[in-house]
């Protein structure tokens, strides 16, 4: 009998793999991606906002974007084959967390360059801040890449991994709501006057985001364990999985489709939302924050709700066509929002946080039905999907802002207000423009999340060890 041999067969038999995971297992696990959630949500949310406020043009912020989601991108690949190889998610997410930590400030601490060069060019701005966001990409590309395929290592029990994988989600609910109420607190305490006042303030944001972050990243390596699974399968050469093996399953195509839709959906509407409340809704500076806190709670509730659910294969493609239905209706109801029903907006807010959370959660665990106990491929596979996410993300954020133009005009009493219109000395001074934010946050969604359920409907999925858990989570 090979080392192969009796090593599935042991699998097959230690009874442990297949049981339920723990409560506290579980909550373990999940604080491990609060600081890739909390400065993603600051990446998505405040990124273009803020390099479009120091002076950069709507394209040279979003080729910023691109160069952190294109390296963050191949990073995915590169990391999840070495990962594959010698195993230790522990060391890599722990290894990609002080690189996020210590290259993230710098995104949005102000242009370390051009102090150095004592230049302050457009150019000069936008290769400084391209080169840092790679950088931090980098990082978090290995701390993703660790944790997400860190489940499929830790149990065989379908139910289990999608209840790691929805408390996984609550934990980023978590950091989105942590990172509005530190900006909100910066926001009020001080206001910006200058290009130096705005970098400290999201200097200041930044710093707290990773501070809080880092002390669940201290958590979650404290308390969990290096999985026995793939401590197991590295002990076998010959255990790997070729990528080609993926390559030739129609899944893995039907699963990866999927999950690049199901991120484009939640990244690019998180991108635009705040432009379309302000810009578009003409809604108070509040509603910056408070629509967004609206989906994050609606997400975390239904995301805890989730976990409280035995899981099959069936029941997972149910729940996803749902979340994608229900988007499909938000981004209708966002595209055709009139400026009068802004109020409205709160209750979009409700609904697609709700189709948030089931397609993300879902979404995610299609991943760990397409590994199943094929544990060798799980990073590759997390790896590839990944970059798939990453590179549409920042293609598609990159082609809308380059559409995205601007040209100052004054209107007089009678005209109608354009949503970049501000009151000067009892005049109306109107920036009319090309609004993107509306097909970002509405149309962008609402056709992926169509295809993602059209693709969802052709699935086989298959989910052995479906047990229950042993104890709810909501006691």
């Known amino acids: 009998m090979t080392s192969s041999t009796v090593m599935n067969y042991d699998i097959e038999n230690d009874d442990s793999f297949s049981q339920p995971v723990g409560r506290w297992s579980v909550l373990y696990y999940g604080s491990g991606h609060m600081l890739n959630d909390i400065t993603a949500a600051c990446w998505f949310t405040y990124l273009l906002l803020f390099l479009t406020d120091i002076g950069l043009s709507p394209r040279g912020a979003a080729a910023v974007m691109l160069s952190g989601q294109i390296a963050d991108g191949f990073a995915t690949i590169f990391i999840g084959e070495l990962i594959d190889r010698f195993g230790h998610f522990k060391i890599w997410h722990g290894a990609g967390s002080v690189l996020v930590a210590v290259s993230f400030s710098s995104v949005f601490g102000g242009c370390m360059p051009c102090r150095i060069l004592s230049t302050s060019t457009l150019k000069v701005e936008t290769i400084s801040y391209c080169v840092f966001a790679a950088i931090f990409n980098v990082g978090w590309a290995a701390t993703q890449v660790a944790h997400m395929s860190m489940v499929n290592c830790i149990t065989l029990n379908s139910t289990s991994r999608v209840v790691l ?85 129609i899944l893995y195509y039907q699963v990866a489709l999927v999950y690049m839709l199901t991120r484009l959906v939640v990244n690019v509407s998180q991108a635009y939302l705040a432009f379309y409340v302000i810009n578009d809704l003409r809604m108070g500076q509040s509603a910056k924050a408070l629509v967004p806190a609206i989906i994050y709670i609606c997400s975390f509730i239904v995301s805890i709700l989730l976990q409280e659910m035995a899981w099959t294969g069936q029941r997972l493609k149910a729940y996803y066509s749902a979340g994608g239905i229900l988007w499909v209706f938000c981004g209708a109801g966002i595209l055709i929002l009139p400026m009068n029903m802004s109020a409205f907006m709160y209750v979009l807010a409700i609904f697609v946080g709700i189709a948030n959370a089931l397609m993300m959660v879902t979404g995610i665990s299609m991943q760990n039905v397409l590994i199943g106990e094929d544990l060798s491929g799980c990073a590759f596979v997390c790896g590839t999907l990944s970059f798939l996410d990453k590179m549409s993300c920042g293609i598609a954020v990159y082609v809308l802002q380059s559409y995205q133009s601007m040209s100052p005009t004054v209107l007089d009493n009678n005209s109608s207000i354009t949503p970049l219109t501000v009151l000067d000395n009892n005049s109306l001074i109107s920036t009319s423009y090309i609004s993107v934010t509306r097909f970002g946050l509405g149309l962008i969604p609402a056709i992926c999340s169509l295809v993602s359920v059209a693709v969802t409907c052709t699935m086989k999925l298959h989910t052995p060890y479906s047990k229950p858990l042993v104890e709810p989570l909501l006691q």
């Open 165 to 249: 994988t929805s408390c996984r989600n609550a934990f980023t609910m978590v950091a989105n709501l942590s990172l509005y109420a530190i900006a909100f607190i910066v926001f009020s305490v001080s206001t910006a006057k200058t290009h130096a006042d705005l970098e400290n303030q999201y200097r200041w944001i930044a710093y707290s985001s990773i501070f809080i972050g880092c002390c669940f990243v201290g958590i979650f390596l404290s308390r969990t364990e290096e999985p026995r699974l793939k401590m197991g399968l590295r002990g076998n050469s010959h255990a790997r999985i070729s990528w080609a093996y993926w390559f030739k399953k």
